[in-house]
């Protein structure tokens, strides 16, 4: 069976210090994959996106970078943390996009 | 462009009464239109496709490709269906893309 990993569940880092999230997918092949920011009022907001190794879009601009080093694993960076960063962030994966997503639990990432 | 409209962030009903959380589309081809639940503490999950058109606890989506809609729609809330819900489209091969939420308060 398919499984999604995202970690860490919870982090708190200072303003101006580097971030790495990290998703992997498990049980597939070739899967899109997904970063989301999940906010109060603001709903489930697209940040990045990936079709493959190496292939990223970018939805909004932002502090934020994403890269997939390999095909089950994506990556979610800043070199600079912004308080604005604060927030929840989901990973998902689906094999299309007219099929079923899978999210992960999700990191609150806290920047002080 | 794919887009996904869900007019209200908070929706707040008596329990016993009937849930309408509306999703209103656009895109110019075929469309596949999903519903996502997340549940206090809990991740974000499938809760029904259009495509399967089945009743999940309880709840029901039509797709009305006249109106462009998905609502989601049950006869009587229940307060375990209080959470956060999520209208998506689907489309080939291109990007899920989701509605901004709604948020189900079922009030004892």
């Known amino acids: 069976s398919q499984t999604i990993h995202q970690w860490p569940a919870t982090l708190v880092q200072p303003v101006g210090s580097p971030l790495s999230l990290e998703c992997t997918v498990e049980?597939?092949?070739?899967?899109?994959l997904y970063w989301y920011r999940q906010a109060a009022g603001r709903g489930l907001q697209l940040l990045f996106y990936?079709?493959?190794?190496?292939?990223i879009s970018s939805e909004v601009p932002q502090n934020l970078s994403a890269s997939r080093p390999q095909d089950r694993q994506f990556i979610l960076s800043s070199k600079k943390l912004l308080l604005s960063d604060s927030g929840f962030y989901l990973c998902?994966?689906?094999?299309?996009?007219?099929?079923?997503?899978?999210f992960g639990q999700g990191t609150r990432l806290t920047v002080v | 462009a794919q887009r996904v409209t869900q007019p209200e962030k908070l929706l707040s009903v008596f329990k016993g009464a009937p849930v309408e959380l509306k999703c209103n589309y656009s895109?110019?081809?075929?469309?596949?239109l999903f519903w996502y639940v997340q549940y206090s503490r809990q991740r974000l999950q499938l809760l029904l496709r259009?495509?399967s058109r089945e009743s999940i606890k309880g709840f029901t989506a039509d797709l009305n490709k006249g109106e462009t809609s998905f609502h989601l729609k049950k006869p009587f809330a229940q307060e375990e269906d209080s959470a956060m819900y999520y209208c998506?489209?689907?489309?080939?091969?291109?990007?899920?893309?989701f509605g901004t939420g709604t948020k189900l308060q079922v009030i004892p």
């Open positions: 998902a994966w689906d094999m299309a996009g007219g099929t079923e997503a899978f």
């Open positions: 049980g597939t092949s070739n899967p899109n």
């Open positions: 990936s079709v493959g190794i190496g292939q």
């Open positions: 895109y110019s081809g075929s469309p596949e």
């Open positions: 259009h495509i």
């Open positions: 998506a489209l689907g489309a080939g091969y291109q990007k899920v893309t």
